[in-house]
């Protein structure tokens, strides 16, 4: 794996080999030197706190060392655009960008210019695949398999995390429904099994009930407008009695307190939520350590002037 951008990148057995490599260096708990001498650098052009720390950490857990790129303290203020804003990175002979961004594509574009990987931390609506993998690693940890029934509810149509999880999912042979308000959903989706405004159907047999929170960066309707839409699909005690009582709830985060998911249920004793965050770290050490592992095999420059106009 050269450049992490799609779940589409990853071939069942490498997602199965991230998954245990992400579990054992949880199980080990201890730092190692296997990226000693590296530079990564996360150079994310939209809010984060659990993705750029968590790749910041697994970094600097494997022995590399970090460079934080600021955008608003940057020479973008200057007009610089961001694909000569990495090129400029790059060109201080570093190993390994992590980017994210609003503009769907964008990532795809800058690993096909960039001559050392990049990995998508997440690109508008289209794809997370980090969130993904380490929602894997916590599905599997918890159940010991992955071909699990997942009803992910909420803003589905801005989400990447829903793309990224589904197409995650489906190569394990898991059954996903998406549920949510029906302006917050797609017409189909090729890694779901059904999509659905019932609520009900959706949380039937579901092991795992995945929330997302409104996507308010990216609707055109005042956030106060959209939560309304959400009051028929908030995951709190009284939903959870259509699951089943082994069923776990799940989170990407940062959620909404009390609009998608209430207070009740973020931290109950069903919630993996945390787990998630604990297994970002971990699972992302397994990404950089399968990313740069295979860098060399193919560092030749790419023909930039071909992709750029
Ligand atoms: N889940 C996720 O991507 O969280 P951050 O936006 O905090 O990175």
Redo the contacts with the bound molecule.
Sequence with gaps: MRSLISMDDLSKDEIERIIQQALEYKRLKSRTKVLEGKFIVTA?F?????????FQKAAMALGAEVLDFLPSVSSLQKGETDLDTLMTIEAMDVDAIVV?TRKVGAPKLWSEVLSIPVIN??DGTNE?PT?ALLDLVTMFEHFGRLDLNVAIVGDILHSR?ANSLAKGLKKFGAKVRMCGPKEFLPGEHDAVDFITTDLQEALDGADVVYVLRIQRERIEQAFDGARKFFERFQVNEKVLNFAPSHAVIMH???FNRDVEISSGVVYSERSLILE?VRN?VYTRMAILKEVLSEVGEDSGLRPVQKVLV
């Design positions: 994310f939209e809010p984060s706190t659990r993705t750029k720390l968590s994210r931390g997440g997370h969130q995390v990407p985060g940062p998630q970002g």
